[in-house]
């Protein structure tokens, strides 16, 4: 059925036959009759009514001025690259002259046709497999242009060209095939890919965020640590200065160096009783019996320090600063033995 399909001729356009000169003529609308006048040409008949000397003048061609629909049969076509193709088409022609389409081809359908069937041929040769199937469009205005520039002198004007089917050799097509699944697999590895990435920048810019946010809060920590601690240690200054003005004060009375002697033998004393809880390896003086001793040295020590203020002091009070030097001694000797 495909074989004979390819034989059979191009279906001829519909037309209403020639009709006899009896005188008077009634011509259809869109319908052009071509009269000749003792063999030669003699003038067209118009749609309407219309007079004719019998004998002498004869109907010889009737063209329809509608659009004719012309199908195109399928043939084969090699492209640019070399792949046989089997594609058909439709053509669209109407007749715009029709004295021309009498007299300036014998059959202008099969011109048409066979004109229409090489140029696709040739600009089919022009373009890959690929161009073929992306400008069809294309394709179709290069053969209507094609068309109209040769059946300008044939009366008949090209109005537009479709192609119906493209039939492609099975191995070419399998190739085609694959190359569609390739590119698909391809599209999704980039796809994936990219969703991919995009999930690692996100996770990177989310970690940098909250690597920033937790400097921010370690360094506000920070500082308010530190502005806390400052506040702290003057605090402890302030309390430290109060307590050395009120200690001095104390000392600058009447028994103030009594007093402080007594304090640092009771201290003496506490340190000894707490050696043996904080370490079990202990490092003792050579005379450790001896608080008067240790209670003198820490004394000088104290004197050694105080020494200017304690020459202005023994000016003004010499006798209270021996009574309070007895006072201390006595005390010491009391405290050592009742350790003892």
């Not at 004060?249 to 402080?260: E, V």
Request: hydrophobic share 40%; aromatic share 4%.
């Amino acid at each position: 059925l495909k074989r004979a399909a390819q034989l059979a001729p191009a279906p001829c356009r519909w037309n209403s036959g020639l009709p006899m000169n009896i005188g008077v003529l009634f011509v259809p609308q869109q319908e052009a009759w071509v009269v000749e006048r003792m063999g030669k040409f003699h003038r067209i008949l118009e749609p309407g009514l219309n007079f004719l000397i019998p004998l002498l003048d004869r109907i010889r061609y009737v063209q329809s001025l509608k659009e004719i629909v012309i199908n195109v049969p399928e043939q084969s076509a090699v492209t640019l690259d070399n792949v046989t193709l089997q594609i058909d088409g439709v053509l669209y022609l109407r007749v715009m002259d029709p004295y021309k389409a009498s007299y300036g081809v014998e059959d202008p359908e099969y011109a048409v046709t066979q004109l229409a069937q090489t140029t696709m041929r040739s600009e089919l040769g022009k373009l890959s497999l690929d161009r073929v199937f992306r400008e069809r469009e294309s394709l179709n205005a290069s053969i209507v242009d094609a068309i109209n520039q040769a059946s300008d002198c044939w009366g008949i004007r090209c109005l537009r060209y479709e192609i119906k089917d493209i039939h492609v050799p099975p191995r070419v097509k399998e190739s085609m095939q694959m190359q569609v699944e390739a590119e698909r697999r391809k599209r999704a590895t980039v796809l994936e890919s990219e969703g991919t990435r995009e999930s690692a920048i996100n996770v990177a810019e989310g970690q940098k965020q909250a690597q920033i946010l937790a400097s921010e809060a370690e360094k506000a920590e920070q500082i308010n640590k530190a502005a806390g601690e400052a506040n702290a240690m003057l605090v402890k200054a302030r309390a430290k200065a109060e307590a050395i003005q009120l200690l001095a004060a104390a000392l600058a009375q009447q028994h103030g160096n009594a007093a402080a002697s007594l304090s640092v033998a009771e201290q003496y004393v506490n340190a000894f009783s707490k050696i043996a809880k904080d370490s079990n390896t202990v490092l003792l003086p050579a005379n450790t019996g001896d608080v008067t001793n240790m209670v003198a040295q820490a004394l000088g020590i104290y004197t050694t320090l105080t020494k200017p203020q304690a020459v202005k002091t023994q000016d003004e009070m010499p006798s209270a600063h021996e009574d309070s030097h007895s006072s201390a001694t006595e005390v010491l000797k009391a405290e050592q033995g009742s350790s003892s």
